[in-house]
């Protein structure tokens, strides 16, 4: 498989990728920008009805104290256009919100309280909150703006005659409102906007599996081309070697030719029988016991330098897993991933092998390898696409947990504490 085949493949699936983004999605800008011109035109309402509307709106005459808390209010408005965190900073956008609230706070005490016509506009952060963060943090907020709703209620001058008219039952009857729309904010909106959360988690898994699978697909591809175009070649070196072999049967080079030829035989043959498989996906039980065995025996064959270590729980020989063909060949190559990284670390091929058995996690496989271990950046990254790194694509681990998943199971890699990496698959067993 060539590298160039690969990485065309690579271009177009983000091509197709990234024309499936609207181009007007770039240009709404970022939710932090959008929060800071939505913090700036209320700071303008603010000033607007005091200088403006105060008589048309019943509101009371601010006091001059009022004038420095909007000057403070103005610099962090400005500071707000200059900071772009991450929206995924929860604590950040908490603390911001939680601002805007104490600074409307501030104003709708100081310019007519509970009989403030834009008492209302304390559910705005809340709902904010509600949409973009945890469950806990439109709690709080309601909690706070409720809180000195009431307070402003209980300190508010006598305001309960207007025009001959009883207005404490408006009032209540306001602040009630308010209650029932926090509540609704904080659990109706939120439950929605976490659902639609998951929904979006959900789909963001669901395209970089379709994108995996296009380069599966084409790995298969490529891998079926050359598997048959090898047929023939390894059939003519066959001939040769046995010639050769009849003039002088014990030459030494002659051995090691037909061990290798062997090796590539078999390799091929295992190839034919697993597409075979799963083509036809014939799915057939085995023991734990018996996989141990033939990961053994197969180690032995195709890996003699190996020196690998199967430690077999006494509770999981007999337990029974459903696989086909595409299992052995995918524990193999986390085995010769891990042999290779212990031969660069400790020059020496030494892998372990621990089976448990976990009746609700299921059978536990975990290769422990004795290399230098990888960064956590590369971590995220091997297994699910392919990486570039002097080393290679990362595509035997990119394959075998395709083959792991496709089985129903899963593959986990983390750094070992005591030296190098644990490549833990998990399978569901056959209860």
């Not at 970022?30 to 005091?50: D, F, N």
């Not at 009022?66 to 950040?92: D, K, P, S």
């Not at 590539?264 to 697993?274: F, I, M, P, Q």
Request: hydrophobic share 45%.
């Amino acid at each position: 498989m060539t590298n160039n085949q690969i990485n065309n493949n690579k271009t177009h699936s983000n091509k197709i990728h990234n024309n499936s983004v609207p181009k007007s999605a770039a240009l709404m800008g970022t939710p932090t920008a959008q929060l800071s011109a939505l913090r700036l035109i209320y700071w303008l309402l603010k000033i607007g009805l005091i200088l403006f509307a105060t008589q048309l709106f019943g509101l009371t005459a601010p006091p001059m104290e009022l004038n420095f808390i909007l000057a403070v209010e103005a610099v962090y408005v400005a500071i707000g256009f200059r900071i772009r965190y991450a929206i995924n900073q929860n604590q950040l956008l908490f603390a911001t919100l939680l601002l805007d609230t104490l600074f409307w706070i501030i104003w709708l005490y100081c310019t007519g309280g509970s009989a403030n016509a834009f008492i209302s506009l304390l559910l705005l952060p809340i709902a904010i909150a509600a949409v973009m963060l945890p469950q806990w943090a439109p709690w709080c907020l309601a909690l706070i703006s409720t809180a000195a709703y009431s307070a402003m209620i209980f300190t508010q001058p006598d305001h309960s005659m207007h025009h001959g008219m009883d207005m404490s039952s408006h009032y209540l009857g306001m602040w009630f409102n308010f209650v029932i729309s926090a509540l609704v904010l904080t659990t109706t909106v939120a439950f929605i906007a976490k659902k639609i959360r998951q929904k979006n988690a959900q789909l963001h898994y669901l395209r970089e599996a379709q994108m995996r699978q296009e380069k599966l697909l084409a790995l298969g591809t490529v891998s079926a081309q050359m598997a048959h175009q090898l047929a023939t070649p390894l059939a003519t070196l066959r001939l040769l070697l046995e010639e050769l072999s009849e003039d002088n049967p014990a030459d030494q080079l002659q051995l090691e030719m037909n061990k290798a030829l062997s090796r590539c035989e078999k390799s091929l043959t295992d190839l034919r029988l697993a597409t075979e498989s799963i083509r036809s996906e014939k799915m057939h039980s085995q023991t734990v016991n018996n996989l141990a065995t033939s990961l053994q025996e197969q180690v032995n064959l195709l890996m003699p330098e190996v020196q690998l270590s199967l430690t077999l729980a006494d509770n999981a020989d007999r337990a029974e897993i459903l696989t086909d063909m595409s299992l052995l060949p995918a524990l193999l190559a986390l085995i010769e991933n891990a042999a290779r990284a212990s031969q660069e670390n400790i020059q020496t091929q030494k892998v372990a092998i621990k089976i448990t058995l976990d009746k609700q996690l299921g059978l536990s496989i975990g290769i422990y390898d004795f290399g230098e271990g990888m960064s956590e950046s590369l971590l995220e990254k091997l297994g699910h696409k392919m990486i570039e790194n002097p080393k290679g694509l990362g595509i035997a681990v990119l394959l075998s947990h395709a083959s792991f998943e496709r089985l129903g199971g899963k593959l986990t890699l983390q750094p070992n504490p005591a030296q190098g990496m644990i490549a833990t698959v998990t399978l569901p067993i056959e209860t």
